[in-house]
């Protein structure tokens, strides 16, 4: 009756080892850290996107602001040199030379905001787009998380119920039998006892000898394998 007991005892402390290792490995198996990190990759993304962006803006204001410039320097210059104030040749020559590098630099400014909408262009778009998928896996994260809680609380559960069978157990098996119980659990990872079937050792699968094989027909006797050291017993088909 005793080693039965100890058996079912095994039998909740499997069970329990079971449950513990689902809970731990359930962040990993949910995919929530999986999808953290995505988040997490994206966000940084569209941040340094949004950053450039930005930067570009700016720069493009720039360039709009030093052409606005380039035109203004060079109505001033026409408008000096055919109001009449300016009437030195060579300080002429001097301003028209001015005007002609004036319209080269405008040239390049133009060339170089064009340039830059269209790379801005570009990145409004690739930004749109990363907050698009930045927002689908957050949407992701949180169903994850949400399945990932429910799972949780159902294996808290069980963990709970099956504690509370194991003291209940306890309760019902001598002390002497917990004891050495607990010692070959400990060595067996959790198999402390092994059933005996087809007259195989079910923890190392090696013949029971004779000698021992009549031992086991008694409930509480402590008969150990002569291979691995595990408690042997024989339960009811």
């Known amino acids: 009756m005793q080693l039965k007991l100890l058996w079912d005892l095994q039998e909740i402390d499997l069970a329990i080892r079971a449950v513990k290792q689902k809970i731990e490995e359930a962040p990993g198996l949910s995919g929530v850290e999986e999808a953290k990190e995505e988040l997490k990759q994206l966000e940084e993304e569209c941040l340094a996107r949004a950053e450039k962006l930005k930067e570009d803006r700016r720069t493009l204001k720039n360039l709009e602001m030093r ?11 026409y408008e000096k040199m055919y109001d009449g104030t300016v009437t030195s040749v060579k300080e002429l020559e001097q301003m028209q030379r001015k005007m002609e590098l004036l319209a080269e630099e ?3 400014t133009e ?5 830059l909408m269209e790379s801005i262009e570009e990145q409004e778009a690739l930004l749109d787009n990363c907050e ?7 949407q992701d994260l949180q169903e994850k998380e949400a399945v990932f809680e429910e799972d949780l609380y159902r294996l808290k559960g069980e963990l709970a119920i099956l504690e509370e069978n194991r003291e209940r157990a306890l309760e019902k098996i001598e002390k002497k039998y917990i004891a050495r119980y607990n010692l070959l659990a400990e060595k067996y990872q959790g198999q402390a006892l092994a059933e005996v079937a087809d007259e195989l050792c079910g923890g190392c699968r090696v013949f029971i ?4 094989r009549g031992h086991l027909y008694n409930p509480d ?9 595990r408690l042997l017993i024989k339960l009811d088909s």
Do not use: F, W
């Open 67 to 77: 052409t606005q410039k380039i035109v203004d320097d060079r109505k001033n210059y």
């Open 106 to 108: 405008k040239q390049g």
């Open 111 to 115: 060339d170089e905001i064009l340039t």
């Open 132 to 138: 698009r998928e930045r927002e689908r896996v957050r």
């Open 209 to 212: 000898s004779s000698a021992l």
């Open 221 to 229: 006797a402590m008969v150990y394998c002569e291979n691995c050291g």
